[in-house]
């Protein structure tokens, strides 16, 4: 529920107005002009510029100003009174503000003072775990923002409904509205808001383990915060850019990026610094500076003691680096002491149960280590259904308060028109009446009323074809509920699958070094059956190591190196190895004009290609054994695979992509005409150790290891396929442009 709030919500606060270099003069709040102290609201409630207790001081000193002026101006004093409460922990003093404000604004009929009321409450409602009471409200506050023309408001207002579906579990809603923000944000000239949405966004990336769509993030979001002089989002960015370039294998490079930053960040916020430090260690870790990485970490630990979600996740990485040291003890000794209590941290709670039976598994504590990866599985459980029942009350909400709600307010107001127009056929007959012609008046009285029957009887209609409407968006949205919770499953097989394949891949090299050595040993070679037997396990061991890269590219754990790729020439450059792997299938190649440059692993591209058109092979060898079948292009018993590209443009809550940030994309597709899958074996193609083939044929990781390095590439993978028709499979992988997209927004 809470874990990745981490990653947003408890960074956002501190980062927003933290640029601020030095103080206005106070405001006269009971003399200046309302929309003045308006605005100085609003920037009180967004930036915080001024130390919790200083701001305490002045909103207590201004709501005594302001105690006999009018209901807006007092509205915007509680306002700025709540958040003082709020960055104070004052949970019971910051709700009676919030109410209070919330209360006068409504009072004032003031639509500015309502909107900033009504984004304080809902962080207090995403600080009490419900997230469904906070997107309630911040929805009434971006229609009351947009009301008053407020351009910043309601793009801080979204950015905020993002954190609110962040918590509640929903990544695709939480990248919507950031995404939302962010193009809000750049046409309100607020570039300290966009950079805001686009850490999120990182953040989010770096959570789910897609390094290269985060590295996107940062770059894009490190402009705006230079441009809004915010060098404390500048810092967290940073530390993102370092993060995925950890994820992406290429830690000497963030290194080199965080010796350069850290010196300047000597005064930032101690969270901000501590996020820096967290980053360093896992960058001292990648690169096996244990010592180093340990002193990070503590620092990292040290720095966020006031916050109990980021110390759990500091804590994470301290442990990593005491195992890594040697220090198997301490480690455990932080796993075990991370709040267990806290609802919020179930996340961090689940990982650190898991971990601890790791390390007691290591020391050959069984029964103990056993009964520790039990609690983590049941932790990650009751974790799941924490988030089910949390995402089906927010989009409850979004429906009743968003769709619905604007749908039964259209209708409301066209009855309302309609009933007037009753009142008014009722006035003139009234009127008819008293000019006494009682029969012609009787007779269009009539007329009118059954006009105005029919009218109500088109408007029931409507709303009976609205609600059906609302019915079938419920039930899509279902089935993409459904797809998530699958999604989820894989993305917890592959971190467990990447992570014993990391063992399996060092157990493989000392084998495949000690089988080396044997071969070169004098009575080895003079033996031909000991060297016979030395090859055996050598073969044995490179078979080994592939089917641990296999499990490593499901897992998303290996290291890539993302770099331009142009798609017709690196087809060209390749083709002998495709037509290779397509055996005596046809092979064409179909790319379509103007396919834009894309940003991928080169030789993990090549990888993934010769696995789908090996995979079109076999369907196509499959289907001919059968009966003859219809080629792509005619009536032929002839085995045809076509290889196809082209650009896409994915949009925020795609239908075929809902789990991909917008932008622009390329989109490889590998057609055959083989026998193709039934809806039972589509639905289960992608999961790892999954196939139809005999034992032996094959390991059943082509298609998880292709998804795999998709999703670590910033794509996504999608089949299509019917029995005895054929099958496609679409590589959506992100183009070169994407990195300027968010900018030209």
């Known amino acids: 529920m809470g874990f990745r709030y981490f990653l947003s919500a408890v960074v956002a606060a501190a980062l927003l107005g933290a640029a601020a270099t030095g103080h206005a003069a106070p405001l006269d709040w009971a003399r200046a002009t309302p929309d003045a102290v308006l605005s100085a609201a609003a920037q009180l409630t967004i930036q915080d510029s001024l130390p919790a207790p200083e701001l305490l001081a002045r909103a207590t000193a201004v709501r005594a100003a302001v105690r006999s002026s009018e209901s807006a101006r007092r509205s915007a004093a509680e306002s700025v009174l709540c958040r003082a409460y709020y960055r104070l922990k004052s949970r019971k003093e910051a709700v009676e503000a919030c109410g209070w404000a919330v209360s006068l604004a409504r009072a004032a009929n003031s639509p500015r003072a309502l909107a900033i009321a009504l984004r304080m409450s809902a962080l207090l409602a995403i600080e009490a775990a419900d997230p469904a009471t906070a997107a309630a409200l911040l929805r009434e506050g971006k229609l009351a923002a947009e009301k008053a023309n407020d351009a910043a408001m309601v793009a801080v207002t979204v950015n905020t409904l993002g954190i609110a579906a962040e918590t509640a579990g929903i990544t695709t809603e939480a990248t919507r509205h950031y995404a939302d923000a962010f193009k809000l944000a750049t ?14 966004l990182g953040m989010l990336h770096i959570a789910n383990r897609q390094p290269g769509a985060a590295l996107l993030r940062a770059l894009s979001g490190l402009p705006l915060a230079t441009a809004a002089k915010n060098t404390q989002i500048a810092f967290v960015l940073h530390a993102i850019e370092a993060q995925s370039l950890v994820q992406l294998g290429r830690a000497k490079e963030a290194q080199t990026l965080l010796e350069r930053i850290m010196p300047g960040a000597a005064n930032a916020d101690a969270r901000v610094l501590g996020h820096l430090y967290v980053a360093l260690a896992e960058t001292q870790l990648a690169l096996q500076d244990n010592a180093a990485a340990l002193v990070s970490a503590r620092h990292g630990v040290e720095l966020v003691h006031n916050s109990a979600v980021r110390r759990a996740f500091a804590e994470l990485t301290l442990a990593d680096a005491l195992v890594a040291n040697g220090k198997t003890n301490d480690a455990l000794a932080v796993l075990k002491n991370i709040d267990a209590t806290n609802n919020t941290l179930a ?277 001919g054994k059968g009966s003859a079948a219809d080629g792509l292009t005619g009536n032929t018993a002839i085995g045809h695979i076509r290889i196809a590209a082209h650009a896409v443009e994915v949009v925020g809550a795609d239908e075929h992509w809902p789990l991909l940030p917008p932008g622009t994309y390329v989109a490889v597709a590998v057609e055959d005409n083989g026998c193709g899958m039934s809806a039972g074996v589509l639905a289960q193609a992608v999961e790892p150790f999954f196939t139809t083939r005999l034992p032996g044929e094959g390991s059943g990781l082509g298609l998880s290891m292709v998804q795999g390095f998709a999703r670590q590439t910033g794509g996504d993978l999608r089949l299509q396929s019917e029995a005895g028709k054929g099958t496609t499979v679409t590589l959506l992988l992100p183009s070169i442009n994407s990195i300027l997209a968010p900018c030209s927004n």
């Not at 046409?187 to 999120?200: C, H, M, S």
């Open 347 to 623: 996340g961090a709670r689940a990982d650190a149960f898991a971990r601890t039976g790791d390390l007691l598994l290591k020391r050959g504590e069984v029964k103990e280590g056993a009964r520790f990866l039990q609690l983590a599985l049941e932790a990650h459980t009751r974790l799941q259904a924490d988030q089910a029942r949390e995402q089906l009350a927010f989009l409850s909400t979004q429906l009743d308060a968003d769709r619905r709600e604007r749908e039964m307010a259209s209708l409301r107001d066209r009855e309302a028109a309609v009933e007037a127009k009753s009142r008014q056929m009722t006035t003139q007959r009234n009127a008819a009446i008293l000019v006494a012609l009682l029969a012609l008046l009787a007779g269009f009285g009539w007329w009118r009323s059954r006009r105005f029957e029919r009218q109500r009887a088109k408007l029931a209609v409507e709303l009976a074809n609205h609600q059906q409407a609302l019915q079938v968006q419920t039930t899509k949205q279902a089935a993409l509920e459904r797809e998530l919770d699958h999604k989820r499953r894989l993305e917890a097989l592959g971190r467990l699958t990447a992570g014993v394949s990391q063992d399996f891949n060092t157990l493989i090299n000392m084998v495949q070094q000690a089988t080396i050595r044997l071969r070169n040993r004098a009575s080895v070679a003079a033996d031909p059956v000991a060297a016979a037997l030395v090859d055996e396990a050598g073969e044995a061991a490179r078979t080994g190591a592939d089917l641990t890269y296999q499990l490593m590219s499901f897992g998303r754990r290996q290291n890539l190196n993302p770099v331009r790729i142009e798609f017709g020439p690196f087809l060209e450059a390749n083709v002998a190895l495709l037509e290779n792997a397509a055996g005596e299938a046809q092979l064409d190649l179909a790319l379509a004009p103007g396919v834009p440059a894309l940003l991928a692993d080169r030789s993990g591209l090549v990888t993934a290609l010769i696995n789908l058109v090996a995979n079109a092979r076999h369907a196509v060898e499959a289907r």
């Open 187 to 200: 046409d309100a000239r607020e570039p300290g808001v966009a950079a805001l949405a686009a850490t999120n």
